[in-house]
């Protein structure tokens, strides 16, 4: 089963505004995509599902390995995601930016806790970055998604490769939620039953935000 985020939409709208949205019959909308979709009056439309690919899809929903391999394609992307912030922080620091460098390795650390959390089935460690709150962090990095479209252009620019490699591990933490969505979905509540884990991730990506606009030359929270 597909999920559809509300990054998702807002890459796909940014490209192309529509005012309809297709939902595939094995495709689902998380609430933030349709919260997104209310926001700007978009049509979310489901599209019919056939007997035939109904009855396929109830049958592969009772595959008692289905569990089993959405977990371990989850822990095996939060792995990766996990070296890619001691990746990032090493080529900081050998790039001469030590600041960014321990920064990036202390958001990583938060990242681990996420990670121990979902294996132990524990709740994620709150996160305080920069002494900020997470409701702080949420308020100052709210709608900065919208100026961080990063193209070969920034490449160019002095911090460009601290952009590159910021933006880099955004989208790939950005893999994350739907991957939780689909090893966590409550059928029946049409909930995640670990929204906490999808909540903390997306509250690092803001930091990432916070830290790439810094980097574009943002002063209004330069510390």
Partial sequence: MKFI???????????????????????????????????????????????????????SNQEP???N????????????IESLFLLMAAELLHAGDTALSEEVM?????????????????????????????????ERSNKLENYLDISEFHVGLENGKELALLNHLRASLREVEPALLETYWNEAEQVCSRQDLIDTV??????????????????????
């Fill in 65 to 67: 390995g289905r569990e």
């Fill in 5 to 59: 985020t509300e990054m998702e939409l807002r890459d796909l709208y940014k490209t192309e505004p529509f005012t309809t949205y297709v939902l595939e019959p094995d495709v689902k909308i998380t609430p933030g995509a349709r919260q997104f979709l209310v926001d700007r009056r978009v049509t979310l439309v489901q599209a019919a599902c056939s007997d035939s690919k109904q009855s396929l899809s109830d049958d």
């Fill in 106 to 138: 202390a958001l990583g650390k938060y990242f681990q806790h996420v990670r121990k959390a979902e294996r132990e089935q524990l709740a994620p460690e709150v996160i305080r970055f920069w002494d900020w709150s997470a409701e702080e962090i949420k």
């Fill in 202 to 223: 997306n509250l690092i990506i803001n930091i990432l935000c916070i830290m790439m606009w810094k980097c574009l030359g943002g002063k209004e929270w330069k510390r």
């Fill in 69 to 80: 391999w959405c977990t371990l394609r989850l822990r095996r992307r939060m792995d990766c």
